[in-house]
């Protein structure tokens, strides 16, 4: 091998560097650890609420080893945590450095958001009153509902099904004021059909770029955003968010920012009273036979108020009668009065009545009743009267800000600073000059409620664009609406249309599990490859451990974030990565077989191996590729990890394992490439494969019709993620009964249809329900939560809350572990995107099969094997999925799983092929049949050896490894048993049968050298 000294070097600093890179992360763990124990020990749990004081507490121990500063000299500079001698290192830089954990392994919360394009539609068209276009809108939303097309399409759709002579390009619809550079009257439909289209994504663009500006805010260590192709929909994953509402917030406000001049409690009190009399009113003329009994001060407005006022401070309840609108208190400046917060609907709708707003003096009526934000545990709302307009539209809006910050008002609360245009100043200037002159107030409103309604003391007005909204809000809250004002406001309503909420208690466990099948599986690796290759198998598990280090370094230095299925994908790579070295060895045996000395062999076996080493790995990075282009979230995690493990996994092989042996071999040891018990294993074995083909094909074809029958008639077991729903993993104290369980939730006053599965132990349920499927509100969300605590209430420990159920509650974590929710949209676009993952696969092995081994037959042979390996698997999930004590539903991750089961096959199938073409040149007199069981017969001990190591890792991931990954083993487990048999007995077979019968065979025999010269 020549070089050796550069891949020494190479090897060296590739080592050291994951090494280093890996240290941030233990240290970013112990530094964390220490703020749990000091949370703990801060915290008992005598104490109440403890778990939230502890998680605070925890929070406060971390933060203040990124903001504390001691003095150095002259100067304050952050803490440093970390001395590596040449360099120290803060918290926040350990932090940045430590390898990222996904959603399911550190906890976060995975989005998609859907941008309406129903309201940037209406915004192109200016709020249009056309009945035309606007029964398009609404008939658009119901296509949407069986729909695959996007809205746009659907929208199109509806136009031309009932436009008449309607033209898109109207001046009432499209052709108006706004849009007069792109759309003219006389133009086509088509015509505007394609501007839309472009001005659809524009704002989806504009959409896009204004989340991820607000989730770089954020603060979340690798947060990711990507656009879902042309549907309007944002994918975003922020590992380690724990508030969900904050989230919410966060991503689906709108930040419609406004400045307007207030009426003052004097002057819309009146009118607020004159309201509740009309109520008062109106009750007695639908009571008359009561009116004698109802004694009711109506003297004057200044008895009202005092008789209102004297209610509150004797704390009488007994006031519906007189105060119906149920006034708390009079207001006093911009606040006209307050109320409680519960009937806030029933006070807006009463004073925006018609027949009340008559009443408002002309120059009020366009005036304009709004909320102000209200204080936190507080049951009462202030309300507030601004001054609006014909058009509705504010003197100054959101659209001038420029720049927004965190910051304090003068009574040290916090609040937001903003800075305007030049544009914004001027008007903002000329807005508080008149509120000075007037003692006037300016309310700021954002999505129509009121932060805050400031008077102006600065006479002239305030010059330069600057302003200041302070609130009730915590710091927290300030910090994220400065971060939503200064990345601006979306150009459309957003909803979340799938949410994904993990828990950092089900993250440990799958951390604990996870590491305990990663030692098992790499402990059996390790002893397996010493028991059958002896000495050489030692050089073999050293490559093995620094490939292992290799790719938790790439991981780390790339930034990669690690998830749950990554791992999976990490184990598998010890499980195929030994494939590398069992073919070197194994063609080494075979030059040592022959006679030649043991330098030679060990050259040419190397030489040898690397067709197939090259082959069986690149198929099965192509289908890592394409999990990665098609997979999202935790999938593509799981791909990230097997296309690095596959790149090093070649890297140690090749390289690592070749400089060991021949560093062993130079100082005079004797390798043997094997031990007493395998020397002759394998040796003379010699099956006559093709002979026994019918009777495989006969074998396979009653397992894919048994497999088709069962896919055609009981179906498959569709997780939420294709059928759409709320899915939720609850733990109880002690094991429960699924029957028991399954009655309570499919009661019609409940859920009436809920399916419940064991996960795992007995004491943990996997509850999938369709109730409200549809409504995708956070209202929904929390009445299908609060139904299920309310129903599993007798199986929960007593006393338990809904606040602790939400949660988990104790060290074992006893309530909602994990909920998911996707809807019925969503679910057609993952059954569609998972059909062409399989087959963009398969079309890109044939091809690259094609291209490898230049005769089609070898290309349908392969995708033969590896259709009828997707197939019984599927088949074997449908005939096993109602009784397995385990969950098998095909969601996401089981994509992964056939995925990779086609990987696997390719893998095999290759290696197979690799030597029979290898044959084929070598042994040109060879009968052709005589040629493909030489081949077959010749990697026996390669594909059993790989086969049996896989399995083995799979088999201890299976049994000590997450619950959550079960099924997909389950899957990878089937997969490498057909896959295996295909190899030998279908893709072999049938490419021997249609190259004899395509006059193939001839042709094939006579390729001379033709590889090689090549």
Do not use: C
């Not at 420029?402 to 008002?409: K, V, W």
């Amino acid at each position: 091998m020549q070089n050796k000294g550069i891949i020494k070097l190479f090897a060296l600093l590739f080592g050291l560097v994951s090494i280093y890179q890996l240290s941030f992360t233990f240290k970013a763990n112990q530094i964390e650890d220490e703020a749990q124990m000091a949370a703990v020990a801060k915290y008992d749990e005598s104490v109440e609420n403890y778990q939230d004081l502890r998680a605070q507490a925890e929070i406060d121990y971390l933060d203040s080893l990124k903001t504390s500063k001691i003095q150095v000299g002259d100067e304050f500079e952050p803490i440093e945590v970390y001395n590596l001698g040449l360099s120290q290192y803060t918290y926040s830089e350990v932090e940045n450095n430590a390898m990222k954990l996904g959603l399911d392994l550190k906890g976060g919360i995975n989005a998609i958001i859907q941008i309406s394009v129903k309201d940037i539609l209406k915004g192109l068209a200016n709020n249009s009153k056309d009945p035309v276009f606007n029964k398009a809108l609404a008939d658009a939303e119901e296509l949407q509902k069986d729909a695959q097309e996007s809205y746009l399409e659907s929208f199109f759709r509806a136009f031309d099904a009932i436009k008449g002579d309607t033209k898109l390009a109207s001046p009432d619809i499209f052709a108006n004021r706004d849009l007069s550079d792109d759309i003219k009257f006389d133009m086509s439909d088509d015509e505007v059909k394609t501007v839309l289209e472009r001005k659809i994504d524009e704002s989806i663009v504009s959409a896009f770029e204004v989340l991820r500006n607000r989730i770089d805010g954020f603060g979340v260590s690798s947060p990711n955003i990507q656009r879902l192709g042309n549907s309007g929909r944002i994918l975003i994953e922020l590992p380690g968010a724990r508030d969900k509402k904050r989230v919410v917030d966060i991503i689906t406000k709108t930040a419609q920012l406004q400045f307007w001049e207030t009426y003052k409690a004097e002057e819309m009190f009146p009118y607020v009273l004159q309201v509740n009399q009309a109520l008062v009113e109106a009750a007695q003329e639908d009571s008359k036979e009561t009116a004698e009994n109802a004694e009711v001060e109506q003297d004057s407005v200044t008895n009202t108020i005092d008789e209102l006022t004297g209610q509150i401070e004797t704390d009488s309840t007994d006031v519906a009668d007189v105060n119906p609108l149920g006034i708390q208190s009079p207001g006093n400046g911009p606040v006209i009065a307050r109320f409680l917060a519960k009937d806030k609907e029933e006070v807006i709708a009463a004073l925006n009545a018609p027949q009340n707003r008559a009443q408002l003096p002309a120059e009020m009526r366009y005036a304009k009743f709004v909320w102000g934000i209200q204080e936190k545990d507080s049951e009462f709302a202030e309300l507030y009267a601004i001054k609006g307009n014909r058009d509705g539209v504010p003197q100054l809006s959101g659209a001038v800000i420029t720049d927004a910050r965190q910051d304090y008002d003068q009574i040290s609360r916090p609040a937001v600073s903003m800075q305007m245009n030049a544009k914004g100043a001027k008007i903002w200037e000329e807005m508080t000059k008149k509120a000075n002159e007037e003692d006037g107030n300016i309310a700021i409103v954002l999505d129509d409620i009121v932060y805050s309604a400031p008077g102006v003391s600065q006479v002239g007005g305030i010059a330069g664009g600057n302003s200041q909204i302070s609130g009730a809000f915590s710091l927290t809250e300030a910090v994220d609406l400065a971060n939503v004002l200064r990345a601006g406001k979306l150009p459309a309503s957003a909803e979340i249309i799938q949410a994904d909420e993990v828990g950092p208690s089900l993250g440990q466990e799958a951390i604990d599990s996870g590491m305990k099948s990663f030692l098992i599986a790499l402990a059996f690796v390790l002893l397996w490859m010493i028991f059958y290759y002896g000495k050489a198998g030692i050089f073999a598990d050293v490559a093995l451990l620094l490939n292992i280090l290799l790719i938790f370094g790439v991981l780390a230095s790339l930034g990669a974030v690690l998830t749950l299925p990554g791992i999976a994908g990490i184990v598998l790579t010890i499980g195929i990565s030994v494939d590398a070295n069992v073919l070197i060895f194994e063609r080494i045996r075979e030059e040592i077989a022959k006679g030649k000395s043991q330098k030679e062999s060990i050259k040419d076996g190397f030489a040898n191996a690397l067709s197939s080493i090259l082959d069986a790995n690149i198929t099965t990075g192509l289908t890592a590729l394409i999990l990665f282009v098609f997979g999202t979230g935790p999938i593509k995690g799981f791909a990230t990890t097997l296309i690095i493990g596959i790149l090093t996994s070649l890297f140690t092989a090749i390289f690592i394992t070749r400089l060991l042996i021949d560093w062993w071999v130079n100082r005079g040891g004797k390798l043997d490439f094997s031990t007493a018990m395998t020397k002759n294993l394998f040796k003379n074995v010699n099956i006559n494969f093709l002979k026994k083909r019918k009777i495989a094909y006969v074998i396979s074809g009653v397992l894919i019709l048994a497999s088709l029958g069962s896919l055609f008639t009981t179906g498959l077991d569709q997780g939420i993620d294709f059928v759409g729903g709320r899915t939720y993993q609850v733990r109880f104290e002690q094991p429960v009964s699924t029957e028991e369980i399954s009655s309570v939730l499919n009661d019609p006053a409940v859920f009436g249809s809920a399916e419940i599965k064991t996960i795992g132990t007995a004491n943990q349920l996997k509850i999938s329900t369709k109730y409200k499927v549809e409504d995708n509100s956070v209202e929904a969300d929390e009445e299908v939560q609060t139904k299920l605590f309310e129903a599993l209430k007798p199986y929960l420990p007593d006393g338990m809350s809904y606040a602790e159920f939400q949660d988990g509650s104790g060290d074992e974590k006893i309530g909602k572990m994990l909920s998911s929710k996707v809807s019925p949209t969503i679910a057609d676009d993952i059954k569609k995107s998972s059909l062409w993952a399989v087959l963009g696969s398969l079309v890109v092995v044939f091809l690259y099969i094609l291209f490898r081994f230049k005769k089609w037959q070898f290309s349908l042979g392969a995708v033969a094997a590896v259709f009828h390996d997707v197939l019984i698997v599927l088949g074997i999930f449908s005939l096993t999925w109602k009784f397995m004590p385990f969950s098998m539903e095909i969601d996401q991750a089981f994509i992964a799983a056939i995925l990779t089961v086609i990987g696997y096959s390719l893998n095999d199938t290759v290696v197979v092929f690799d030597r029979i073409r290898e044959f084929l040149n070598e042994h040109t007199s060879w009968e052709f049949g005589k040629t493909i069981n030489a081949s077959l017969n010749s990697t026996l001990s390669r594909t059993l050896n790989t086969s049996v190591t896989t399995l083995v890792v799979l088999l201890a991931m299976f049994m000590f490894g997450a619950d959550s990954l079960r099924g997909l083993l389950f899957a990878l487990i089937i997969g490498v048993l057909v896959g295996t048999y295909s190899s030998m007995f279908i893709a072999t077979p049938l490419m021997y049968d249609t190259a004899k019968k395509g006059d193939a065979a001839e042709s094939l025999k006579k390729k001379v050298k033709e590889e090689d010269e090549e």
